[in-house]
């Protein structure tokens, strides 16, 4: 009799040290979104051993524990895929993490693990499938394990590059994707691994900071000019004059739906799409973009597609600095919180990147909320917030510089330490709101800012929603 999956769930999380809800999902793959396991329906119905499901459980635990083990760790990891050129950043990010994950299972639980990988990999005409099989050929015959899957030059490769605990971390990575992008022209959806790892937007300031952190040679981003640049549904590859990196960050800013596009299919329509031969001249390169999915390799498409949401059109990121210290205890943070919530609500369905930095004597990376279009993850630690402690801008300023912002809100009740930093933080574009039940003016430096406003708590939860950029 099959073991019911609520307990097999409860016996895996057991092993890593921590148990995860298991959810019953309908169709789709297997995958963690941080908080969960999700286990789709029909797997659960086709999959009758329980060993088997055990190691369904294990390579998603595995993903928490073993690789990523953190959203910052996830999503460096795509920053790196999407600035080699990679259109399908995240399915080539599942592809590596998801070797991570199996070759360290396979050497904790043997034979009984590779079982799992055998189940699905022994039969696959898929090239990448058979890749990882190749590599895991390879680790399963260093730990003295029968295998029936295929060795092939490319997987000692790549398991000797990836496995190699003497280069740090994400110059592993950086050489992995390097093995993908040479040898896989057209990288191919990974069945069972394309949701594995949900990262819903990766934040190019922060990626960099982890990068440099962990000794990643940040240069090697920037070294070369041209690059290849796959559209995603596309099978050809489109040389670019631009950097990959760039050329990948402007388009991650588009809401476009292109794998069902065909070449010049739309032609004679009101708009038309690229298709090679085309003047790329004679074409409305932003309605191409917009409508079909298709950027024409030319700069200037990327050039006034990344001036909107911008200048006299509103933000593209916005940061929100919110005063936590003591000294807004009471009906002072009430109302702020208040604030937040109204910044928050005005910025709801325009596609504005949303950050949110609270900050007493200093800042806790753990509770900084990278722009994001989850304002949820903003509200939700929004309520969690106690004041307490001094007041120190100035870290808060920088990691809001970090983010890239167009426009930053601070709200404070003025009594700031270091004041310095935010008058001479002249280049972004601020709207300060000083909170004061004493009806003054607060201190000083108030009276040097511009785009200033001193107003009751009662008033604070009215000007927020008033105040444009």
């Known amino acids: 009799m099959k073991t019911p999956i609520e307990d097999l769930n409860r016996q895996v999380g057991e092993e890593y040290g921590k148990v995860l809800p298991v959810r019953i999902v309908s169709g789709g793959a297997p995958h963690f979104d941080w908080r969960s396991v999700?286990?789709?329906e029909d797997m659960l119905r086709e999959i009758q051993s329980d060993a088997l499901l055990k190691d369904v459980l294990?390579?998603?635990?595995?993903?928490?524990?073993?690789?990523?083990?953190?959203?910052?760790?996830?999503?460096?990891?795509?920053?790196?895929?999407?600035?080699?050129?990679?259109?399908?950043?995240?399915?080539?990010?599942?592809?590596?993490?998801?070797?991570?994950?199996?070759?360290?299972?396979?050497?904790?639980?043997?034979?009984?693990?590779?079982?799992?990988?055998?189940?699905?990999?022994?039969?696959?005409?898929?090239?990448?499938?058979?890749?990882?099989?190749?590599f895991y050929a390879v680790h399963a015959r260093k730990l003295g394990l029968d295998t029936e899957l295929s060795e092939t030059p490319l997987g000692r490769r790549m398991h000797r590059i990836l496995l190699n605990g003497n280069v740090p971390f994400y110059s592993r990575v950086y050489a992995a994707y390097q093995i993908i992008m040479s040898s896989f022209s057209k990288i191919v959806r990974v069945p069972y691994s394309s949701n594995a790892i949900v990262?819903?937007?990766?934040?190019?300031?922060?990626?960099?900071?982890?990068?440099?952190?962990?000794g990643f040679d940040l240069g090697r981003l920037e070294s070369e000019d041209i690059g290849h640049l796959r559209l995603p549904g596309m099978g050809s590859l489109f040389r670019t004059t631009a950097n990959p990196r760039r050329i990948s960050e402007v388009i991650s800013r588009i809401s476009v739906h292109m794998d069902e596009h065909v070449p010049g299919r739309f032609k004679g329509l009101d708009f038309d799409i690229w298709s090679i031969g085309d003047d790329e001249g004679s074409l409305?390169?932003?309605?191409?973009?917009e409508n079909s999915g298709v950027a024409i390799p030319g700069l200037t498409t990327f050039s006034r597609v990344e001036r909107e949401g911008s200048g006299d059109s509103g933000p593209g990121t916005a940061v929100i600095l919110l005063d936590c210290s003591g000294s807004m205890k009471g009906e002072k943070f009430l109302a702020a919180q208040v604030a937040v919530l109204n910044i928050v609500r005005r910025f709801e369905n325009t596609g504005v990147l949303l950050g949110f930095v609270p900050f007493s004597g200093g800042i806790n990376e753990r509770h900084v909320v990278y722009p994001t279009r989850s304002y949820d993850e903003i509200v939700d630690l929004l309520?969690?917030?106690?004041?307490?402690?001094?007041?120190?801008?100035?870290?808060?300023?920088?990691?809001?510089?970090?983010?890239?912002?167009?426009?930053?809100?601070?709200?404070?009740?003025?009594?700031?330490?270091?004041?310095?930093?935010?008058?001479?933080?002249?280049?972004?574009?601020?709207?300060?709101?000083?909170?004061?039940?004493?009806?003054?003016?607060?201190?000083?430096w108030v009276r040097e800012m511009d785009h200033v406003y001193v107003v009751s708590p009662e008033d604070l939860m009215v000007k927020t929603k008033e105040v444009g950029e």
Do not use: C, W
């Open 199 to 214: 990262v819903e937007d990766v934040n190019p300031a922060r990626a960099r900071k982890e990068l440099g952190k962990q």
């Open 38 to 40: 999700n286990i789709p």
């Open 284 to 289: 409305d390169m932003v309605k191409t973009v």
């Open 58 to 134: 294990r390579h998603e635990y595995g993903h928490l524990f073993i690789n990523p083990r953190s959203p910052a760790v996830a999503e460096t990891m795509v920053y790196l895929a999407m600035s080699m050129g990679f259109a399908d950043a995240q399915d080539v990010m599942n592809v590596v993490s998801d070797m991570l994950v199996d070759s360290t299972l396979i050497a904790v639980h043997g034979r009984e693990y590779l079982e799992l990988i055998e189940h699905y990999l022994r039969d696959t005409t898929v090239p990448i499938l058979r890749f990882m099989g190749s």
């Open 383 to 444: 309520l969690r917030i106690l004041p307490d402690g001094g007041t120190m801008v100035g870290p808060a300023l920088r990691a809001a510089r970090a983010m890239e912002p167009d426009l930053i809100y601070l709200i404070t009740d003025t009594h700031i330490a270091d004041s310095q930093e935010l008058r001479e933080m002249s280049e972004v574009r601020k709207v300060i709101f000083v909170v004061s039940t004493k009806g003054d003016e607060g201190e000083e």
